[in-house]
């Protein structure tokens, strides 16, 4: 059977791929005083899913103090849509994991994100959870949380500042925008796919096709300068 043909009233079907016939209809709108933007679903989902971003809280050391901080009356993070945090993983949009992970937490970290809904994102914040910070060495502690987790955003410091934290999420945002919703960051499984066990992660991640590639993780390497003082206006105190 063939596709469909999208019926709308007044258009004809050849005049949908027909860039002069919309820029015309445009205009007679805007000459009505109607403001029309035209612009693809997927942009506007992303726009929308970048900007309502939802934490699931994972401190576990001193960089959930700096997390805190963001979330204060000084920094704010509600200015950049960040302001609801939750503590359930299938409320959640991403796991910020401040913090040192040890083997005995990383099941339970591992848990909770498999419990999140697709699509997800991770933010490592802190040089433990980048690499195992100072404890690197040490036998309990895990040497970076990508070795459990797929990382999106690496934000270093020990710990880093709150500036660090808003510009590591704001680079997640730009991350989310870019990304193909329909097919893509909501991929549905196939039955062939549930019943070998292959889940979104793997088809994100790329491990077993090679259509699928996941995106490169972002690095914080520094803050710009006009950034930090934008986010953090000197007070009158100081």
């Known amino acids: ?11 004809a079907y050849g005049e949908f ?9 445009i205009a007679d709108l805007r000459r009505g005083g109607v403001n029309l933007v035209v612009g693809s679903l997927d942009a506007a989902i992303n726009w929308g899913r970048a900007n309502s971003l939802w934490s699931l809280t994972f401190a576990t050391s001193c960089c959930g103090i700096e997390f805190m901080a963001v979330g204060c009356a000084r920094y704010d993070f509600a200015r950049f849509g960040f302001e609801v945090t939750r503590n359930s993983p299938r409320q959640a949009d991403l796991i910020m994991c401040a913090g040192t992970i040890t083997h005995k937490m990383a099941p339970a970290l591992k848990r909770l994100y498999d419990e999140m ?3 997800k994102y991770v933010i490592a914040v802190g040089g433990c959870a980048i690499s195992g ?4 060495s040490s036998y309990h502690v895990v040497k970076g949380i ?3 987790l797929p990382v999106d955003v690496f934000i270093p410091g020990c710990p880093p500042r709150p500036e660090a934290i808003l510009y590591g999420m704001m680079q997640l945002q ?14 549905k499984q196939s039955k062939e796919e549930a ?3 292959v889940s979104n992660e793997v088809l994100a991640c790329g491990k077993r096709s090679s259509e699928r590639q996941r995106r490169a993780p972002i690095v914080i390497e520094h803050v710009p300068e006009d950034f930090s003082a934008a986010v953090n206006p000197e007070t009158e105190n100081e």
């Open 1 to 11: 059977m063939g596709m469909r043909r999208p019926k709308i009233k007044n258009i």
């Open 133 to 136: 910070g100072p404890f690197k």
């Open 174 to 187: 730009r991350k989310v925008k870019a990304e193909r919703f329909f097919g893509g960051a909501n991929h």
């Open 117 to 119: 809904a697709e699509p």
């Open 146 to 148: 990508e070795e459990i």
């Open 17 to 25: 791929k027909d860039n002069a016939c919309l820029e015309e209809q």
């Open 195 to 197: 019943l070998q066990g």
